[in-house]
Structures are given as structure tokens and as C-alpha cells.
């Protein structure tokens, strides 16, 4: 069974950094594009960053020029490095990936459990 563990969040001051991790586990056959949405209180869910199994990148116009995405295919994990944190980034993280399981099936959204970033004095 597949499975997104999500790590890092927390409580951060404005201009404070963050690192999220998200660690797949479980019987994969390939991982396409993984990504972190956000959800605020009241808020859709939205797109920060997205990143390629060949490394292309794509971030929100929000987040430009301070969070940076990344991922280790060996160990099957994205990140997310968050810098210059604003109160405006106060939310829920969701880790997602495009899974391919099997070779034999079509691949799937899986999504991690969230983790809570806040961002306050």
C-alpha cells in the first residue's frame, strides 16, 4: 500500500524558515510528478510548487523566490524548502504524488495526511 509521510512543519516567525519532507513508501513502480499543495482556513486548496520526475520546476506566483522544491528519487522523497516565511503562508501542507504502483496499471494521485504551517509573531 502507498503511502506519503510528511514532515517539518511548524511554528515560525515571520522571515523564519521551514523545510518539508514527504517520504513514499510502500510497492512503487515509478513516481511521475510529485508537488505540495497549501490550504488555508477558509481557503481552497492551491498549488505551491510542482516538480517532474526530470527535475523541471514550477511554483506559485506567491512563493517565487522563496520556497524551493526538490526531490531525491533514490530515496523517493520531495521537499520543500520555505524561506522569508510570511503570515500570509499560514496553512495546512499536503505532499502529493502521480503514482505508478505496478507496471501493469495505470498511475494514481496519492496524497500525504498534511502538516500544519504557521507563520506568526
Known amino acids: 500500500q502507498v503511502q506519503l509521510v510528511e514532515s517539518g512543519g511548524g511554528l515560525v516567525h515571520p522571515g523564519g524558515s521551514l523545510r518539508l519532507s514527504c517520504a513514499v513508501s510502500?510497492?512503487?513502480?515509478?513516481?511521475?510528478?510529485m508537488g505540495w499543495f497549501r490550504q488555508a482556513p477558509g481557503k481552497e486548496r492551491e498549488l505551491v510548487a510542482g516538480?517532474?520526475?526530470?527535475?523541471?520546476?514550477n511554483y506559485a506566483h506567491s512563493v517565487k523566490g522563496r520556497f524551493t522544491i526538490s526531490r531525491d528519487n533514490a530515496k523517493n522523497t520531495v521537499y520543500l524548502q520555505m524561506i522569508n516565511l510570511k503570515p500570509e503562508d499560514t496553512a495546512v501542507y499536503y505532499c502529493?504524488?502521480?503514482?505508478?504502483?505496478?507496471?501493469?496499471?495505470?498511475?494514481?494521485?496519492?496524497w500525504g495526511q498534511g502538516t500544519q504551517v504557521t507563520v506568526s509573531s
Open positions: 516538480i517532474t520526475s526530470g527535475g523541471d520546476t
Open positions: 510502500g510497492s512503487i513502480f515509478s513516481i511521475n510528478d
Open positions: 502529493h504524488a502521480n503514482i505508478r504502483a505496478d507496471s501493469r496499471w495505470p498511475s494514481n494521485d496519492y
